[in-house]
């Protein structure tokens, strides 16, 4: 029986939802090392990784549902950037610590030891899984009204951030303060008509490859580049 002070319980109070189905819930919160630690629960295999799987999807679907009715001056590139941002590991993971999902995540004694709680990929997957089972328990509008007003708050935030409108800049700053080193781009092909070309940058530190992106103009490419090299090396980027 559920107590008053168990996270699983806080988890449905902070989502406003109590599951019908709370075998769904457990097994979204089950972390694969748990399961090979537990097998007399339900088997190696009873774990998260398949709702992670369908919630991936469900949350991708939906914001991107929601980015073309809200912002309907925007273009297919901002609008999939934008969506990038909203479901990328950092952000959900903010997503996970505000709901609660850390502290009821089930894992194995070697993760929980080693900082798997606030671990951001686990709370990502974590969070990915509670989203498969919250719609599998209720539906894709039960899971949408729970989550759009954080949503909606995150791409504010994003919008309102200049790192979003030019991350060249924003990976410069970063490059200069950590490591003392100025980027550098390279642009490494093209493709498509003249019309209609695509062209490839490369963002360089120290010669080393930190990023690559593609974009209609060299300029657009080169963004994309220090795009990709923020969400992959500075801790929390915009």
């Given at each position: 029986m559920?107590?008053?002070?168990d996270?699983?319980?806080k988890?449905?109070e902070?989502?406003?939802?109590?599951?019908k189905?709370?075998d769904?819930?457990?097994?979204?919160?089950t972390h694969?090392?748990?399961?090979?630690?537990h097998?007399?629960?339900?088997?190696?295999?009873?774990h998260?990784?398949r709702?992670e799987?369908l919630?991936d999807a469900?949350?991708?679907?939906?914001?991107?549902?929601?980015?073309y009715?809200?912002?309907?001056?925007f273009?297919?590139?901002?609008?999939?950037?934008l969506r990038?941002?909203?479901?990328?590991?950092?952000?959900?993971?903010r997503?996970?610590?505000?709901?609660?999902?850390?502290d009821?995540?089930?894992?194995g004694h070697?993760?929980?030891?080693?900082g798997g709680?606030k671990?951001?990929?686990n709370?990502?997957?974590?969070?990915?899984a509670?989203?498969g089972?919250?719609?599998l328990?209720?539906?894709?509008?039960i899971?949408?009204?729970?989550l759009?007003?954080?949503?909606?708050?995150?791409?504010?935030?994003?919008?309102?951030?200049?790192?979003?409108v030019d991350?060249?800049?924003?990976?410069?700053?970063?490059?200069?303060?950590?490591?003392?080193?100025?980027p550098?781009y390279q642009i490494i092909g093209?493709?498509?008509?003249?019309?209609?070309?695509?062209f490839?940058a490369?963002v360089?530190?120290?010669g080393?490859?930190?990023?690559?992106?593609?974009g209609?103009?060299?300029?657009?490419?080169?963004?994309?580049?220090a795009?990709?090299a923020?969400?992959?090396?500075?801790?929390?980027?915009v």
């Amino acid at each position: 029986m559920q107590e008053a002070g168990d996270p699983v319980v806080k988890l449905q109070e902070n989502l406003d939802y109590v599951f019908k189905h709370p075998d769904l819930l457990y097994l979204a919160l089950t972390h694969p090392s748990y399961a090979h630690e537990h097998p007399e629960e339900g088997g190696e295999e009873y774990h998260n990784q398949r709702l992670e799987f369908l919630g991936d999807a469900v949350l991708d679907f939906l914001v991107a549902a929601w980015l073309y009715k809200e912002y309907k001056d925007f273009s297919e590139g901002p609008l999939t950037r934008l969506r990038a941002t909203l479901v990328r590991t950092s952000t959900l993971a903010r997503l996970a610590n505000e709901l609660g999902v850390g502290d009821a995540l089930r894992l194995g004694h070697g993760e929980a030891e080693s900082g798997g709680h606030k671990r951001p990929a686990n709370l990502c997957d974590a969070l990915e899984a509670v989203v498969g089972a919250l719609y599998l328990d209720g539906g894709l509008d039960i899971v949408w009204n729970r989550l759009e007003p954080w949503f909606a708050q995150e791409s504010e935030m994003i919008l309102q951030s200049a790192t979003y409108v030019d991350a060249k800049s924003y990976f410069q700053e970063w490059a200069q303060a950590e490591h003392n080193i100025t980027p550098r781009y390279q642009i490494i092909g093209e493709m498509g008509p003249d019309h209609a070309k695509t062209f490839i940058a490369q963002v360089l530190l120290d010669g080393q490859q930190v990023g690559e992106g593609q974009g209609s103009s060299k300029r657009a490419a080169e963004q994309a580049a220090a795009r990709y090299a923020l969400e992959h090396l500075v801790e929390e980027p915009v």
